[in-house]
């Protein structure tokens, strides 16, 4: 077993950058809403949907760097909040369709019509990101983290921001 390396991250502790901002919260809801609507498109035409993780850190970074002057925070921000919009309307198109087809009656007739009331698939949606972001806290330390020097993709690596140690500054 060889021994692991000391990550070091791109930006320390001590350093004071911007990251949390309303620029970063509505590029990254922009970009949500942007790719959540491919994603509906793609999955109700195709019956599959592709992750907008990477184009979306791309987008961040380019847009955003020559446009709204963004800190590498602030795109990890965007990147994050694009692609929780994009899978939760993922998880809304093949999720509620599956409910309306599961609730049939002895006739054949669909109980689940009288749920799809705009209210009722805002809140699942809103209660299923809360969830998924709820599971994944726990779990970026034992996948990402620690597994940094391991990934065998991309993906991993590319959506941390602590992953950039071995780039140049920008």
């Known amino acids: 077993m060889q021994p692991q390396k000391e990550f070091k991250p791109y930006i320390s502790a001590t350093d004071s950058m911007a990251e949390f901002t309303l ?32 184009p979306i850190a791309v987008l961040a970074i380019s847009i955003g760097r020559k446009f709204f ?12 909040t694009g692609s929780a919009g994009e899978s939760i309307a993922s998880g809304v198109v093949f999720t509620l369709p599956a409910f309306l087809f599961l609730s049939v009656n002895e006739s054949g007739i669909s109980n689940g019509i009288q749920y799809f009331e705009y209210w009722t698939i805002f809140t699942l949606a809103v209660l299923g990101g809360m969830l ?19 990934l065998p993709y991309p993906e991993g690596t590319a959506c941390l921001p602590g992953s950039y140690s071995r780039r140049k500054r920008w």
Not at 29 to 34: C, D, E, K, V
Not at 69 to 80: A, G, M, P, S, V
Request: hydrophobic residues 50%.
């Open 69 to 80: 002057k963004t800190t590498i925070l602030e795109n990890n921000i965007i990147q994050t």
């Open 132 to 150: 998924g972001t709820l599971m994944m806290i726990p779990l970026r330390r034992s996948l990402i983290v620690k597994e940094h020097e391991t």
């Open 23 to 54: 620029k970063s919260i509505l590029l990254g809801s922009m970009f949500g809403i942007i790719f959540g609507a491919s994603t509906v498109y793609l999955a109700l035409k195709a019956g599959l949907t592709v992750s907008a993780s990477i």
